[in-house]
């Protein structure tokens, strides 16, 4: 049998075409859950609560939301599971607990905006790391977009208004920056021996869950809870309302669909996408509590998505490059 690849038929290509929008609005979704726990995080901070133990709760919940189901995707196949034992240990380290422990650090010695620009630069990361690494060199649309989706991000955190940084708080920022785009890179990868979304989610939780743990013991991540009712804009609830909340929304929601999505999209388009969850972020934190964004912020989240489609615009066509691969 001829071993050269058959051109994809137009099913198939149509069929590439849907995925390619239902990984979009998969993407989009996954912006607006982890957008909200901005202002979930802040009602309990504000409520008593540390950043450490607000970001830790909110991944135990969702480990343990998705830990049913992540066990119930592995039945039978528990030697993929120990092949990708590695793979669960750098997305727990790095896509879950590093990105979130280094954000806290570099926003302990620096201004909160200038931290979240370094870190959301992960696409710009992720963009650099296929080019280099996989020769997938990005088109002049892709690097136009990522131009003006990071001069939107600039505008929306209000980064001109003030900046306040130092070495080792630009150092903290570059870590949640490779923490960020190794969720990207991790999440894309699919096929035979890739995990399934739930269980690269939820084992994946579970080993951040245990590291955030152990730096909050060890006295890395400083631990402060309360349970006084935790206020926003729409009125006072229970202190474990907002942590159901940022755990399963903000987070198993959230990581799950976003793996989904990046295997759909692909890790640099995803990356892109993912920038709307700062404009997800403005809007809870309106609606919640009050914080009314300005006119600059709102040309920002303009650009952004600017930036976003002309990213989407200057990926390379997949349905063209589709092949069956003979059997």
């Known amino acids: 049998m001829s071993s050269t690849p058959r051109p ?10 849907r995925r390619a929008r239902l990984g979009l609005v998969l993407a989009l979704a996954t912006a607006v859950c982890f957008g909200s726990s901005g202002a979930l995080a802040r009602g309990l901070i504000d409520a008593g609560w540390s950043p450490g133990a607000a970001v830790t709760a909110r991944v135990w919940v969702a480990a343990l939301i998705l830990l049913v189901p992540a066990l ?8 993929l599971l120990r092949r990708n034992i590695g793979t669960l240990l750098l997305y727990g380290a790095f896509a879950v607990g590093a990105t979130q422990l280094f954000y806290f650090q570099a926003v302990a010695v620096m201004d909160v905006s200038v931290a979240l620009l ?6 710009v990361a992720v963009m650099l790391w296929l080019w280099l690494r996989r020769g997938e060199r990005p088109t002049g649309r892709t690097i136009v977009g990522a131009i003006v989706a990071i001069a939107g991000l600039a505008l929306v955190l209000e980064v001109f208004s003030g900046i306040a940084a130092n ?12 923490g960020s785009a190794t969720y990207f890179i991790i999440s894309a990868r699919r096929g035979d021996g890739a995990l399934p979304p739930i269980a690269l989610a939820g084992f994946g939780l579970l080993t951040g869950a245990i590291g955030l743990t ?3 013991l060890v006295g890395i991540l400083p631990w402060r809870s309360s349970t006084a009712d935790v206020a926003f804009l729409t009125g006072s609830v229970a202190w474990w309302v907002p942590v159901v909340g940022i755990g ?5 929601l959230a990581y799950a669909l976003g793996i989904i999505s990046t295997r759909m999209l692909g890790s640099r388009l995803a990356a892109f996408v993912a920038l709307s969850e700062v404009v997800a972020a403005a809007l809870f934190g309106w609606a919640l509590l009050g914080q009314t964004p300005g006119i600059w912020q ?5 650009l952004i998505l600017a930036g976003v489609i002309a990213v989407r615009l200057g990926e390379p066509d997949e349905v063209e490059s ?6």
């Open 8 to 17: 994809v038929t137009r099913p198939a290509a149509s069929a590439a075409v």
């Open 72 to 79: 119930f995707a592995m039945r039978g196949r528990w030697l």
């Open 118 to 123: 370094i870190e959301y630069m992960s696409p």
């Open 167 to 178: 070495t080792a708080g630009v150092l903290w920022a570059l870590g949640a920056m490779v």
């Open 214 to 216: 152990l730096a909050s």
């Open 248 to 252: 399963a929304i903000a987070g198993a």
């Open 298 to 302: 709102v040309v920002g989240g303009v």
């Open 322 to 327: 589709v092949t069956i691969e003979p059997v």
